[in-house]
């Protein structure tokens, strides 16, 4: 067999060497393998060269490929395109191949690397780290032209064995480098006694490696460090505890700390937040709990139970004794307020005598009995009515006008409160029932037919402010707003502790220590921050009991009040009704100026003016603001010329006052006139009232006779009620001309003129000429008194018709 294969070798070199007659070209050849590929003659794959003039098989360019690796062990893709002529994307796919089939090889960065490459790298890197102890991979990977990475996966499966050293944080180390850097971090750690953060203790060794390795050192890492550490404490050969990976705490500082919380807690059985703080504990809650688990935590320490049985037996004794205590002189100097509150709420005592009222307290560290506290209050409670309900005197008025006073600004502004609660119902009552009667038609009368219907019904009627005050106006502060919008309630409160002249929280301070001077006798430096609790929580109880006192006092004089605001009411009524009355019979006079003048000054003096007073006397006491201004107003309207001016004035005084005046409506005219007709002007007192036709019978004094007559004549033949001056008495005869027959008007003219004679006489008489003027105004009386029957009879038999 290997004889016929020598055979046709030697044959197909001698068909080679021999040469051919016929010679093809290069087109021929190349379309000749074509039609033979095509036949399927070549049934194998072929690859063009770069150069187009020659044929390779894949076979023989993977072959090709692997000599080159073998020669240096790694081979770029771009060279071996370069060498075997073949484009670059045959060459890749082969390499591909070619490296799939050997797992010798790889393919990295456009790269074919055999592991005896990195063999032979790893060989030379060990040279190296072994002559300067420690290697950067980055100045590996950039010899090598490779990446970082690629330098770490290629030296850490030949670590300890063609590598000797250590890799840690892109460093190599050899194994003595690894164990002198070891001794350091253990010499470190054990030498520290206090909690320290690692990255400090690292930077402090760098810089000592840097100081002994001079130019030449390498900057070692921090995670290389810490990896030498755990390592120690893994092994245990540095004791302590590890915290978020960075906080070390020696095991030699937490049996300190320990010992000292120990110590500490034992022999005073608390132990504050801040000294925790202090040894380095960051959860001081926590960790005394969790030692310690019969303890009770408070706002700023931990106590132990014995401390609360201390402060219990404390306050107990303090209640049973009925006197007080403040827990922070039992509790330890560093105890707050807030701690003393916390602990008391955990003495069983303390919670037990609360909860039967025996105790309570105040100011978050006093603890007071309440029969401590029931006989300061009491005393205080007898010194606390020198204050009064009135006044800063403490003196109550007994004059009937306070009485009014009170009513009306019970009434108006502070109708919520509850000692005006009583007088406030029964007014509204009445004035709805007022107000209904007059709908109806049926209020009217004189004076004297209101105070009989008043005298008849039961009911009690206090005055109120009308609408148009109840509105807010520029001039009304907001307290005197209606309470029935909200918040009226609230600030009805205000008013009323106003009102009420309230002792301060200072005064009642100075009360306790003027009853209690063992407060100062104890020593205490500022007695006050004892007291003050003590007097916040007794000044509401006095301020009730002054509302109380308050309310006890309005009851008392209820029917009092009563009975003198209807008696205002029914004055001012009298008064406005018949004012208004009068002002009518002034509208006859106004065509002649100066006579109306006179009338109107005559009506503003006489009747209006004892109006007026009538109500500034039960005023006088109380004139705010707005008042004030109304009542000026009254006074230069009085003073002046318009009566229609002073009634508007008048109005509104009586309205801001909180009074309801009657408005004159013509069913209460023709009462009123009747009334008028019968009884004439209206006098107060004891003085008995006779009806102007009785009075003209009855009179004697022939001047007083005209002006009654004259009135009488007004009532009979105008149906007006008349006020006229003397001055004016000749002028309002004259209006009666066309009223009367001739001869009636002449008894009424003559005896005018006979009157004006005998007055002139009287007026006239002076001196030497006064027995003569004497006889002269005899004989002019005894002329008069005999004219007065005629004058008599000529109104009377009106009358009596």
């Given at each position: ?286 960790f005394l709990q969790s030692r310690y688990p019969e303890g009770k935590h408070l706002v700023t320490v931990f106590v132990h139970p014995s401390m609360i049985e201390i402060l219990d037996a404390a306050t107990e004794d303090a209640v049973e004794r009925g006197s007080w205590i403040d827990s922070l002189s039992v509790l330890p100097a560093s105890f707050g307020s807030q701690d003393a509150s916390k602990i008391l709420s955990l003495c069983p005592s303390v919670q037990s005598a609360l909860k039967a009222n025996k105790a309570l307290i105040l100011g978050e560290s006093y603890v007071f009995s309440n029969g401590f506290v029931k006989d300061v209050y009491d005393r205080v409670e007898k010194e606390v009515e020198s204050f009064g309900l009135s006044g800063s005197s403490g003196i109550m ?71 148009k005050n109840q509105k807010r106006g520029k001039d009304t502060p907001p307290s005197q707003v209606s309470d029935s919008k909200p918040g009226a309630k609230k600030d009805g409160g205000k008013l009323q502790e106003g009102n009420l002249n309230v002792p301060s929280e200072e005064w009642v301070i100075q009360k306790i220590m003027m009853l209690n001077p063992d407060f100062e006798e104890q020593g205490i430096d500022d007695p006050k921050t004892i007291l003050r609790p003590l007097a916040s929580y007794m000044r509401p109880m006095l301020i009730n009991y002054l509302k109380e006192k308050r309310k006890a006092l309005f009851t008392e004089n209820a029917e009092k009040m009563k009975r003198l605001l209807d008696n205002l009411q029914k004055k001012l009524d009298e008064s406005f009704l ?224």
């Open positions: 067999m290997d004889d016929e294969l020598l055979e046709l070798q030697k044959q197909f070199e001698y068909a080679q060497q021999a040469k051919s007659s016929i010679r093809l070209s290069e087109r021929n050849v190349v379309e000749l393998v074509q039609k033979l590929h095509e036949l399927h003659i070549i049934d194998f794959d072929l690859l063009h060269t770069v150069s187009g003039k020659e044929y390779i098989t894949p076979e023989q360019l993977r072959h090709e490929i692997m000599t080159e690796i073998k020669k240096v062990g790694r081979v770029s893709l771009i060279d071996l395109a370069d060498i075997t002529g073949v484009d670059l994307y045959h060459v890749e796919k082969q390499a591909e191949q070619v490296v799939s089939g050997d797992p010798g090889l790889m393919l990295i960065q456009g790269e074919i690397i055999s592991q005896s490459y990195w063999d032979s790298v790893a060989e030379e890197i060990n040279e190296r780290l072994q002559e300067c102890s420690q290697l950067a991979l980055a100045e590996l990977a950039a010899q090598l032209q490779i990446s970082s990475e690629l330098v770490t996966s290629v030296l850490e499966p030949r670590l300890g064995t063609m590598v000797k050293g250590r890799l840690e944080g892109g460093q190599l180390y050899t194994p003595a480098y690894v164990a002198r850097v070891g001794a350091m971090v253990r010499g470190a750690a054990r030498g520290i006694t206090v909690p320290i953060n690692l990255s400090a203790l690292w930077s402090t060794l760098q810089k000592l490696l840097l100081e002994m390795d001079g130019a030449t050192g390498v900057a070692v890492e921090g995670s290389f460090f810490q990896s030498l550490f755990n390592g120690l404490v893994k092994e245990g050969e540095v004791l302590g505890s590890v915290r978020a990976g960075a906080h070390w705490t020696p095991t030699v500082f937490a049996i300190a700390q320990r010992e000292c919380i120990d110590s500490f807690f034992s022999q005073n059985s608390f132990i504050s937040y801040d000294a925790l703080h202090k040894l380095g504990i960051s959860q001081p809650v926590q008025p007994s004059d009937d006008s306070y009485l009014i006073k009170e009513a009306k600004v019970g009434q108006d502004t502070n109708r919520s409160s509850e000692a005006s609660e009583t007088s406030s119902e029964s007014g509204h009552k009445n004035v709805l029932e007022k107000g209904s009667k007059k709908k109806r038609g049926k209020s009217g009368g004189n004076v004297k037919s209101g105070a009989t219907e008043s005298g008849a019904d039961d009911t009690e009627y206090i005055p109120t402010k009308s609408k018949n004012m208004q009355l009068y002002e009518k019979a002034l509208d006859l006079f106004e065509d002649d100026q100066s006579t109306s003048v006179i009338m109107h000054r005559h009506l503003l003096r006489a009747t209006a003016a004892t109006l007026v007073d009538t109500l500034f006397l039960n005023l006088a006491k109380s004139f705010p603001g707005p008042l004030s201004k109304r009542a000026l107003a009254v006074i230069e309207a009085l003073e002046g010329k318009q009566v229609e001016t002073f009634m508007s004035a008048f109005k509104e005084l009586a309205e801001e006052s909180g009074l309801h005046l009657k408005k004159l409506d013509k069913k209460l005219e023709r009462t009123l006139l009747h009334s008028y007709r019968k009884v004439g002007l209206p006098v107060y007192g004891d003085t008995e009232i006779w009806d102007l036709t009785s009075q003209v019978s009855a009179e004697t004094d022939p001047v007083s006779l005209l002006a009654k007559v004259v009135s009488l004549l007004y009532v009979q033949v105008h149906n007006k009620a008349l006020q006229a001056p003397g001055r004016a008495i000749s002028v309002a005869v004259s209006r009666l001309k066309d009223k009367m027959d001739d001869s009636a008007y002449k008894v009424l003219t003559d005896y005018q003129t006979a009157t004006v004679t005998l007055l002139a006489l009287m007026s006239a008489a002076t001196g030497d000429e006064q027995d003569c003027s004497s006889d002269r105004i005899l004989s002019k009386r005894e002329h008069l008194e005999n004219l007065m029957p005629a004058l008599k009879g000529l109104v009377l038999g009106s009358s009596q018709s």
